[in-house]
């Protein structure tokens, strides 16, 4: 299993470019998570999916952020227009619905630098 | 916000002693998970105790819950310079589903 596998791994971009990043999740996990890691803040919930629907998005910051789910193998996160403040680095995390599959699998991260 | 807060931040300690990594939480939890992060890597899950559980084990790793004080405790025995990585603690909050809420983390450095 190759994992859960974020695009692309780093992105530098100026202040008020749109943003995207890409996770794909494990094969036949039909939970999704974006978070956001920061030294002042530390980890952070974004928002996340079951089964493609979107259950919890309070963590998103502002509406400069959206997410998408558009199937059970891809998943999108878009800042839009991004500000400096939005460096951080974004993990995508996914894991099984019930059946005792309380774990998450992290992807490597999208480090992002917003000048 | 946070959930777990975890003591202490750093820890540096020679290769072979033992490491003990403390980690509190506020409200009731349906489980309690223990997380690695190496440098520039993502998050690796190590271990998971649930709520009705007091102790369990994994290779060299040891947990502890105690939900009366609402903390937890992960012992890594015979440390190895490898182990050298931050540790996270998470919760699952009572009727929270899926979600988990993390600490911020523990530096441990192992020197060879």
């Known amino acids: 299993d190759a994992g859960v596998i974020q695009s692309p791994r780093h992105e530098v971009t100026e202040m008020g470019q749109e943003v995207t990043l890409r996770c794909k999740p494990i094969s036949g996990h039909n939970s999704l998570f974006w978070y956001r890691q920061t030294m002042m803040r530390g980890l952070e919930l974004l928002i996340y999916?079951?089964?493609?629907?979107?259950?919890?998005d309070s963590g998103m910051p502002e509406d400069r952020f959206s997410a998408k789910m558009p199937n059970a193998s891809f998943s999108t996160l878009k800042i839009q227009p991004s500000e400096p403040r939005d460096s951080a680095v974004y993990f995508c995390a996914s894991r099984t619905l019930g059946g005792g599959g309380e774990t998450q699998y992290f992807g490597p991260g999208t480090r992002l630098l917003v000048l | 916000s946070q959930q777990g807060e975890e003591d202490p931040q750093a820890l540096s300690i020679q290769e072979g002693e033992n490491a003990t990594m403390n980690c509190s939480y506020k409200t009731s939890i349906n489980n309690l998970q223990w997380y690695r992060q190496n440098s520039g890597r993502g998050l690796v899950h190590l271990i998971l105790?649930?709520?009705?559980?007091r102790e369990k084990h994994s290779g060299r790793l040891r947990v502890t819950l105690d939900t009366s004080k609402k903390s937890s405790s992960l012992l890594i025995t015979a440390s190895r310079a490898a182990d050298t990585a931050s540790y996270f603690c998470?919760?699952?909050?009572?009727?929270?589903?899926?979600?988990?809420?993390f600490g911020k983390g523990i530096t441990l450095s192992v020197r060879p």
């Open positions: 999916f079951n089964n493609n629907v979107p259950i919890d």
């Open positions: 105790i649930r709520s009705n559980e």
């Open positions: 998470a919760t699952v909050q009572t009727g929270a589903n899926s979600k988990l809420t």
